[in-house]
């Protein structure tokens, strides 16, 4: 299997599909060479979990005011398909559970908390006990920008996996991954270099470089490293900029060899 750096599908396949919808993760879900999804995760007014990146309704959907002050079902109840294309009219704001019981089995998450540490009490607690509940705890990363949410999963699981967000570099960052202890890394492509990457590889530490659109980006960055994690709303264009193993299958997509 001739398969090169890993894809992760930003928010689902968010470059065909409205982002975080069903109907974007399904179509990550259904390439066979997508090994990630990335998904970002709130909590409605009553606590649940739900699969949305602005912390305001009005980007991706027909709601209006914070993502906090709806509880669940009145979310359920919102379009968020139509701001893309007509095509995904009725497109809900899908559930983590939702999410989790489709990803089972079939590709790893990596979940970003959205919370700014004021927001989302208890997050930490709600989406640790959904992945555990479907046996997840293996697939899964934890990510945020937040470095008090990170230490609050450390605490609630010895085994669960995370990772910082950053759009920048520092020469103490290896340091604080360990003492956050997190072996994963979202971190802008810009920042990107082999020397970097070998210092984080040495350290043990997973890299995932986001947001990579563009064919020539994409290139680059699997030069920098076969392992590296690329991030991209088009799997597709990541298929191509690295030549990923397989022939083309009936259904447009690449079966593995």
Same mark, same amino acid.
């Given at each position: ?9 930003? *928010?689902?396949? %968010?470059?065909? !599909?409205? $982002? ?7 179509? !990550? ?13 709130? =909590? ?12 305001? #309704? ?18 359920? %109840?919102?379009? !968020? ?14 559930? =983590?559970? $939702? ?13 970003? #908390? ?14 640790? !006990? ?13 990510? %945020? ?10 605490? #609630? ?15 103490? &960052?290896? $340091? ?8 994963? &890394? ?5 920042? #990107? ?8 590889? $040495? ?20 030069? &920098? ?11 597709? *264009?990541? *298929? ?6 397989? *022939? ?6 690449? &079966?593995?060899?």
């Amino acid at each position: 299997m001739g398969m090169r750096n890993p894809c992760v599908a930003h *928010r689902g396949w %968010s470059g065909r !599909a409205p $982002e975080n919808t069903m109907a974007a993760i399904r179509m !990550a879900l259904e390439a066979p060479d997508v090994e990630w999804i990335e998904i970002d995760v709130q =909590l409605t007014k009553d606590g649940v979990p739900v699969v949305i990146h602005d912390y305001t #309704l009005r980007r991706t959907t027909n709601g209006r005011g914070e993502v906090k002050n709806w509880t669940a079902a009145e979310l359920a %109840s919102l379009d !968020a398909g139509s701001w893309f294309s007509s095509a995904f009219k009725g497109e809900s704001i899908p559930t =983590l559970e $939702e999410v989790l019981k489709e990803a089972e089995g079939r590709c790893k998450l990596n979940i970003e #908390l959205k919370t700014d540490g004021i927001r989302y009490p208890h997050i930490e607690d709600k989406v640790l !006990a959904l992945i555990a509940g479907h046996g997840l705890t293996d697939d899964v990363v934890i990510t %945020s920008f937040h470095v008090g949410t990170l230490h609050r999963v450390r605490k #609630l699981s010895k085994r669960i996996r995370t990772g910082l967000i950053l759009d920048g570099w520092r020469g103490t &960052l290896i $340091e604080e991954l360990k003492e956050l202890g997190c072996d994963f &890394l979202s971190i802008g492509y810009a920042r #990107l270099n082999k020397d970097r990457l070998a210092l984080l590889k $040495e350290a043990g530490i997973q890299v995932m470089a986001w947001t990579a659109n563009d064919k020539r980006t994409i290139r680059k960055l699997a030069a &920098l490293d076969p392992n590296l994690l690329i991030c991209t709303n088009y799997p597709d *264009r990541w *298929r191509e900029a690295t030549g990923s193993g397989g *022939r083309p299958a009936m259904n447009g997509f690449f &079966l593995n060899l």
